[in-house]
C-alpha cells in the first residue's frame, strides 16, 4: 500500500514571503504521478501541480514549484510571493497507473499573514 | 467548459436512513471517483468508474455503493445511515483512463443525526 506522510499540520508565512510545504510517501512503484491539491475554506478542491515520476525536471506553475527527489521519496511544495488567497489546507497525493485512486496525505494548514 | 458538478450540496438525514449522491463529470470526462473526507480519516478513496464499470473500490462496507451511467454521470448510495457517515463527499473527474489528473467538485457535505 501507498502511505502519503504530510508532517506539519499547520504553516504561517508572511504576505510576499515563500513557505515550502513537505511531503514524503512510500511506494515500492517505479511509475508513478504525485501532485499538490488546494482545499480553501471553500472546500473546493483545486490542482496546483502535478509532476511524474519518470521526469526529472521538477514543476512550475507560476508562483508553485516542487522539488522532487525520487530516491528520497519526497516531494515538497514551494510557494513564492505568498498571498492572502493561498490561505488553504494543501494536500500532497499520489497515483500509480491502473490503480485510479488517489492516496491524500493529511494535509498542511497554510495560513498567509498580511 | 463546466467543471464537476454535485448534488445536493448539503443533505441532513437520520440514522437508518438511506441517500444518494449525484455527480456530474467535466463534459468528455468519462472517469468518475468518489471520496470521503472526515477531520479524523481524512481523504479515503471510495470507488472510480469508468465505462459503467467499476474498476477500483476502497476499503469501505457494502452499504456504499455506486454506479456510473452511459452519460459518465454518477451516483453514489449509503444505505443504513450511520453517525459515522457524515462526512464531505467528493467526486471527481478525468478525461483519460489511466493517470489523468482528477478535477473536483465542491462536494456534497452529508450530516446524520
Known amino acids: 500500500a501507498q502511505t502519503v506522510t504530510q508532517s506539519q499540520p499547520e504553516m504561517s508565512v508572511q504576505e510576499a514571503e515563500t513557505v515550502t510545504l513537505s511531503c514524503t510517501y512510500d511506494?515500492?512503484?517505479?511509475?508513478?504521478?504525485l501532485f499538490w491539491y488546494k482545499q480553501p475554506p471553500s472546500r473546493q478542491m483545486i490542482l496546483v501541480i502535478r509532476q511524474e515520476a519518470y521526469k526529472q525536471q521538477n514543476a512550475t506553475e507560476n508562483r508553485f514549484s516542487v522539488n522532487f527527489q525520487k530516491a528520497a521519496k519526497s516531494f515538497s511544495l514551494k510557494i513564492s510571493d505568498s498571498q492572502l488567497g493561498d490561505t488553504a489546507m494543501y494536500f500532497c497525493?499520489?497515483?500509480?497507473?491502473?490503480?485510479?485512486?488517489?492516496?491524500f496525505g493529511a494535509g498542511t494548514t497554510v495560513t498567509v499573514r498580511a | 467548459k463546466a467543471g464537476v458538478t454535485q448534488t445536493p450540496r448539503y443533505l441532513i438525514k437520520t440514522r437508518g436512513q438511506q441517500v444518494t449522491l449525484s455527480c456530474s463529470p467535466i463534459s468528455g470526462h468519462r472517469s468518475v471517483s468518489w471520496y470521503q473526507q472526515t477531520p479524523g480519516q481524512g481523504l479515503q478513496f471510495l470507488f472510480e468508474y469508468f465505462s459503467e464499470t467499476q474498476r477500483n473500490k476502497g476499503n469501505f462496507p457494502g452499504r456504499f455503493s455506486g454506479r456510473q451511467f452511459s452519460n459518465s454521470r454518477s451516483e453514489m448510495n449509503v444505505s443504513t445511515l450511520e453517525l459515522g457517515d457524515s462526512a464531505l463527499y467528493l467526486c471527481?473527474?478525468?478525461?483519460?483512463?489511466?493517470?489523468?489528473?482528477?478535477?473536483f467538485g465542491p462536494g456534497t457535505r452529508l450530516t446524520v443525526l
Open positions: 471527481a473527474s478525468s478525461f483519460l483512463q489511466q493517470e489523468d489528473t482528477q478535477y
Open positions: 497525493a499520489f497515483m500509480i497507473p491502473n490503480d485510479y485512486k488517489l492516496s
Open positions: 511506494t515500492s512503484e517505479n511509475n508513478y504521478y
